[in-house]
Structures are given as structure tokens and as C-alpha cells.
């Protein structure tokens, strides 16, 4: 089991930055990935960015430039700086854990609001 807690979201200005942040405990040495997807009001959860164990990252279409994905040298934590926010990148953010075998968790998800 993989538990995944998310932190960092909050009302930003457009234009402005946050930086969000996904510990994950229990069995974090089956988790293959790591990632942040949304879900913005009225629409499907989205991927936002993704980090394979081996550091090979993906990046939406929509964020590319303005947003980076990171981890500590645990790599126990995974951390989503976000830059240049726009009032479409209103949304809750989640976690992701891609794990051993085939089993994904999901953290409870924080809430990002970028006022225009």
C-alpha cells in the first residue's frame, strides 16, 4: 500500500506561483511513477506532469514552460512548481502513484483557484 499526501494549494493571482508538494509512504520502492493530475470544474482529470523512477518526465501541452516537476533525493516526495498561473489552471491537483503490480493510488487532492 502506498499512501499519498498531498499539500501547497491555495488562491493565487493570475500570473502568480505555488508550489505544491506529494509525500508518499508505505511501500514507495514498488511505485514505478509519480504524478499530478487535475480535474477542473464541468471536465475529465487530466495529467499535469509525471516522474518515472528513473527521472524521465512528461509534461502537458497546457503547462509546458510554466510548470516543473521535481522530487527529493529520497525520492519519497514529489513537488509541482507552478509559475505564470492562468485562471484555467483552476483546478484540484492529485497525486499519483503508478506501483507494483499495476496498482495506482491516489492522493485526497488539493485545490488550486488562480483568480483573474
Known amino acids: 500500500q502506498v499512501q499519498l499526501v498531498e499539500s501547497g494549494g491555495g488562491l493565487v493571482q493570475t500570473g502568480g506561483s505555488l508550489k505544491l508538494s506529494c509525500v508518499a509512504s508505505?511501500?514507495?520502492?514498488?511505485?514505478?511513477?509519480l504524478a499530478w493530475y487535475r480535474r477542473a470544474p464541468g471536465k475529465d482529470r487530466e495529467l499535469v506532469a509525471s516522474?518515472?523512477?528513473?527521472?524521465?518526465?512528461t509534461y502537458a501541452d497546457a503547462v509546458k514552460g510554466r510548470f516543473a516537476i521535481s522530487r527529493n533525493n529520497a525520492r519519497d516526495t514529489i513537488y509541482l512548481q507552478m509559475n505564470n498561473l492562468k485562471p484555467e489552471d483552476t483546478a484540484v491537483y492529485y497525486c499519483?502513484?503508478?506501483?507494483?503490480?499495476?496498482?495506482?493510488?491516489w492522493g485526497q487532492g488539493t485545490q488550486v483557484t488562480v483568480s483573474s
Open positions: 516522474m518515472t523512477t528513473r527521472g524521465t518526465i
Open positions: 499519483n502513484a503508478d506501483a507494483t503490480p499495476l496498482t495506482f493510488y
Open positions: 508505505g511501500t514507495i520502492h514498488l511505485i514505478n511513477t
